[in-house]
């Protein structure tokens, strides 16, 4: 696609439900990023996919956050038992390789997770 | 340990008048910087980014910063203000060594311009 896509635009769920979130980068771009933005912070890094290599899961915060992605598409990241202070903007961006140049980066609009 | 400072969480500014948004950067080694730009409802954008060349680096939009190691800043300016510059800017270093697919982002500053 044109751009980095991600669904759904907001969501609001109840404590201790389990969300999904959804992530298409831009086709060609092996290099994937999660990023969660909380309210007046910057962004906080997540998780990093890069081909088939193992993913860099030492930003996330909890072992109720996890993430997939299946070879250079389609990635999901999944909070289970959410609770109030998972609610923030999660970003998703993607780039040509995995090269961390910034210049490359394609971020998308984020998912709005509100748990209440 | 590498962060990022940004020095002012809102700025307001005239349109015309010249815009400063601060930021000091703390890296064992030579990072690289960028800023990004994100309008309400939008993605993230990069504005501009310093990889050990000038130091004095150009963006879009008019924007410009300049890269000074002796201060560990990064700071960025624009001449004259526009009302299509109302938007938060995130000071951003990617570490030389370790994390390299990592970026570390800034708090972010508020930048408001008035008629």
């Known amino acids: 696609g044109a751009g980095v896509s991600q669904s759904p635009s907001n969501k609001v769920t109840e404590k201790g439900k389990d969300v999904e979130l959804r992530c298409d980068p831009i086709s060609g771009h092996t290099a994937l990023y999660w990023y969660r933005q909380r309210l007046g912070q910057g962004l906080e890094f997540l998780i990093y996919?890069?081909?088939?290599?193992?993913?860099?899961k030492s930003g996330l915060p909890s072992d109720r956050f996890s993430a997939e992605r299946t070879g250079e598409s389609v990635s999901t990241l999944t909070i289970q038992r959410t609770q109030q202070e998972d609610s923030a903007v999660y970003l998703c961006?993607?780039?040509?390789?995995?090269?961390?140049?910034?210049?490359?980066?394609?971020f998308g609009s984020g998912t709005r997770l509100t748990v209440v | 340990a590498q962060s990022v400072t940004q020095l002012d969480s809102h700025v307001s500014v005239s349109e015309g008048t010249p815009v400063l948004l601060r930021c000091n950067y703390s890296s064992s080694y030579s990072p690289s910087l960028f800023w990004y730009v994100q309008h309400p409802n939008k993605g993230l954008q990069l504005l501009l980014k310093y990889t050990s060349a000038a130091t004095l680096v150009k963006g879009i939009n008019g924007f410009e910063a300049e890269f000074k190691k002796s201060e560990t800043s990064f700071h960025l300016t624009k001449p004259s203000a526009h009302m299509s510059d109302a938007a938060e800017y995130f000071c951003?270093?990617?570490?030389?060594?370790?994390?390299?697919?990592?970026?570390?982002f800034g708090a972010g500053t508020r930048l408001a311009v008035h008629p």
């Open positions: 961006a993607s780039s040509l390789a995995g090269s961390s140049e910034g210049l490359g980066y394609t």
């Open positions: 996919f890069q081909g088939n290599s193992a993913p860099d």
């Open positions: 951003v270093v990617r570490p030389f060594s370790g994390g390299y697919n990592k970026l570390i």
